[in-house]
Structure formats: C-alpha cells, structure tokens
C-alpha cells in the first residue's frame, strides 16, 4: 500500500468520525460545557476543521486556506482565522456559541475534499518534502503568536510534509475521542 493511500483512508476515518460525533448534536449540546476546563463541543468540532485546513494549505502548500474562500464568508466566526490556540475560555466558548453545526460540518466537507484532491496529485516521494513553513506562516500572523510557537515548535523549522499533515489526523482523532465521550457523559446525565 501507498503512503498517500494510507493517509486517504485515515483522513476518511477522521472526516466518518467527526459526523458520526458532531452531526446530531443539538444547539444546546453544541453549547454545555460538560466538565470542567473542557472546550464547548462546538468549539472543538471547528478546532478540527480549521486544523486540517491549516496543515494542509499554510504548512504543506503554502496557499490561502480554504477558509478565507468567498463561500464561507458571512458565516460568523467560522471564519475566525488561527486554530483556537491561545484563546482563553470566554474567547473560544464565545465563538463556540456564533458557530452553526451545518456550517462546521460543510466546511469540514470541504477541507476534507480538497485535502483527498491534493492528495490523489502526489507521491509518496512528496510527503518526505520540506516546505518552508516558517515563509509560509507569514500570510497567517495568528500562526506565530507566542502561544503557537510554544503548542507547535516544530513548525518552525522545515518539516517534512507529512509531519506537517500529522496534526490533522492524531490531534484530530484526540479531539473526536474526548468529544465522544464528553457527548456520551452529557447524555447519560440527561437520561
């Protein structure tokens, strides 16, 4: 098997797990904080969208990402540029609340679907490449603010691409897995 074949499959694994999660949340589910120091379900949802547009467009590529399209635009804070790190609890729980559960969940669409585009273009000889994250970071200010270079160092050197493409599958699937359960605890609670 292929090394993008691999990534293919496992991207449709995170993309199968975020609707199988997120797709029938109700408004106030999207909302509850169901424990302590955990990020509002709505907020983590867009956090893996807009995780996986970035590694793919600003680290790999090196192209405006997806977000900033003309289609997602009027869409309130899903247009929020940066992946949430640094934002404080009442600044993430605050976009949360914006967020609609159809706009997150077509725009997870779309990244994925570009995301398995540009992967159907490359070899596996391109995922050993090292693009030039640190120039390609400039475009996105938010992307080299303190809390970012403490959350992700190794950005700032010149990663091969799939270290670059490594977020948007073990981080995100970290998400889904906590969200899977928090969703789970708050519906037991409720029962």
Same mark, same amino acid.
């Given at each position: /098997? ?21 797709? $029938? ?5 999207? @909302? !509850? ?10 907020? $983590? ?7 996986? %547009?970035?590694?793919?467009? @600003? ?6 990402? /997806? ?12 247009? !929020? ?16 609340? !914006? ?9 997870? %669409? #779309? ?13 596996? $000889? ?10 390609? =970071? ?5 992307? =080299? ?9 190794? /950005? ?9 493409? #490594? ?11 906590? /969200? %899977? ?11």
């Amino acid at each position: /098997m292929r090394a993008t074949d691999l990534l293919t499959r496992q991207y449709a694994s995170v993309n199968q797990i975020l609707h199988d999660v997120g797709g $029938d949340l109700t408004p106030a589910e999207l @909302t !509850t904080r169901v424990l302590p120091r955990t990020n509002l379900l709505a907020f $983590d949802l867009w956090h893996v969208a807009r995780a996986q %547009d970035w590694a793919l467009q @600003t680290l790999v590529r090196g192209v405006p990402e /997806m977000i900033d399209e003309p289609r997602w635009q009027g869409r309130g804070r899903l247009v !929020t540029h940066g992946i949430g790190v640094g934002m404080s609890e009442a600044e993430s729980d605050e976009l949360a609340r !914006t967020l609609a559960l159809a706009d997150i969940l077509e725009y997870a %669409d #779309a990244v994925h679907q570009n995301l398995l585009a540009w992967l159907s273009t490359i070899t596996d $000889d391109d995922l050993s490449r090292e693009p030039d994250v640190p120039a390609q =970071l400039q475009r996105y200010p938010v992307y =080299l603010e303190p809390a970012m270079r403490e959350e992700a160092p190794w /950005m700032f050197q010149r990663p091969q691409v799939w270290r670059c493409l #490594a977020p948007a599958l073990g981080h995100a699937r970290d998400h889904l897995a906590e /969200m %899977d359960m928090l969703k789970r605890q708050l519906r037991a609670r409720m029962a």
